[in-house]
C-alpha cells in the first residue's frame, strides 16, 4: 500500500509538472466538449464563436478576449466554464458535456503558461531533417536513409549486417510484393 501511494504520489507531482500541450490536453478537451456548438460546422454554432481557429479565440470580442495568454481570470474561457450562474456556465447542463475540475484546471494551467496554439500537424510546414554525419559508416550508408538507420545502430551498440546477395534480394522482394516465395 505504500509503495502505491508513493507511486501515485510521484505520478502526480510528475504530471503536474509537466507543461500544458495544446495538441495532447487542451484540443481534445475543446473538441468534445466545445466544438458541437462552437466549431467549424456553421448550421450549428452559436454565438458566432469557433473554438477550433486560433485567430477566433485570441480575437477581442464585445464580452472580453476568449482566451487572454497568461492570464486566466481574464479570460472569458474560464468565465464561461466557472460560471456561478449554472444557466450562463458553458457547456451547458442540458448538454451533459459539463467539463470537471481537472480538465478546468488543465485549462487554467494553458492559459496561465501563455496559450501556446500549435497548429494541426497536417497544416505544419514539412523540415527535412539533417541526417547524421558518421565516419564509421560511410561505405555501408548510401542515403540518408541508411544514415539514420546506421546511427540508430551505434546508438544501441549494434552494427550493421553485411549486405544481401542477388538471390536474397529478389526473395525479400518477391515475398513483400506477392507474399509468396519466388517460384
Known sequence: ???????????????????VDFSRDVRP?????CFGCHGPDATTREADLRLDHKQDV?????????VVAGDPEASELIARVTHADVDLRMPPAESNLSLNAAEIELLRRWIQEGATWEEHWAFQPIRRPQPPV????????????DQFVFARLQQEGLA???????????????LDLTGLPPS
Open 29 to 33: 478537451i475543446l473538441s468534445d466538449r
Open 58 to 66: 485570441f480575437a477581442k470580442r464585445e464580452t472580453g478576449a476568449v
Open 134 to 145: 558518421s565516419n564509421d559508416g560511410s561505405q555501408w550508408a548510401r542515403n540518408p536513409i
Open 1 to 19: 500500500m505504500a509503495c502505491f501511494v508513493a507511486f501515485q504520489t510521484a505520478t502526480t507531482a510528475g504530471a503536474a509538472e509537466r507543461p
Open 160 to 174: 550493421p549486417s553485411p549486405p544481401a546477395d542477388k538471390e536474397t534480394l529478389i526473395r525479400r522482394v518477391t
